[in-house]
């Protein structure tokens, strides 16, 4: 299946102005700095038409009642080696049954924000969603005996919300907080309670689609 990387999709509602400066992303920029070292988030050339890939997003603690609120990093800031401020958003709410996001912030949300309010939706204990491109992983989500999406699912759609629902009802995600989604060439989504876990959860699983790979 072929797409054009990081076009968004969805309805979005967004204020281009800086968001509170309450809202701290001293942590979820440090751990983007390391993914972005490791080219599991960034900009390469040759790879999905030069567009840049992946992105990281961390739950707020002052979500109002019913909603999903989080910071995320901006649309198109793969190729940033250093973020700033001004590279992240605040998604205010998120729909992905509608297909919509009212957000705020100096950048516009990633095109994979949806995908990530989908997954926030489903546990008030999730506090990080990151996603990568490794195509490591990707390519042997079989051998790793990963959870995973369907191949005919693009990313950023009401129909990926719906099936990363029914991924995360499985008891395979319950234990294993880590999915390959087989429509977007090389994804890869991992969460957690916390941004810690959930990046110490992808590298542990890079580290074993390495070891797969050597072996053959």
């Known amino acids: 299946m072929t797409e054009i990387e990081g076009v968004i999709k969805y309805q979005l509602d967004h204020l281009n102005e800086a968001f509170e400066a309450s809202f701290s992303v001293s942590e979820i920029n440090a751990w983007r700095s390391l993914l972005f070292k490791l080219q599991l ?13 992946g992105n990281i997003s961390q739950r707020t603690n002052q979500s109002p009642p019913g909603a999903v609120q989080f910071i995320i990093s901006g649309t198109q800031t793969g190729g940033i080696t250093n973020l700033s401020r001004q590279h992240y958003c605040l998604v205010k709410n998120a729909n992905p049954y509608k297909n919509s996001i009212t957000s705020i912030g100096e950048t516009k949300p990633s095109s994979e924000a949806l995908t990530h309010a989908s997954v926030y939706q489903h546990d008030k204990r999730i506090q990080a969603v990151i996603h990568v491109h490794s195509p490591e992983i990707w390519n042997n989500t079989d051998q790793l005996k990963l959870a995973h999406t369907s191949a005919d699912i693009a990313y950023g759609t009401p129909e990926m919300a719906n099936e990363v629902a ?26 957690s309670d916390s941004l810690e876990d959930a990046a110490i959860l992808l590298l542990k699983h890079y580290a074993k689609a390495i070891k797969v790979e050597q072996s053959h």
């Open 166 to 191: 029914r991924l995360m009802q499985t008891d395979h995600l319950k234990s294993e907080k880590v999915f390959s989604m087989l429509g977007h060439k090389d994804g890869v989504i991992a969460f």
């Open 41 to 53: 988030i960034g900009q390469v050339k040759d790879r999905y038409e030069g567009y840049g890939f």
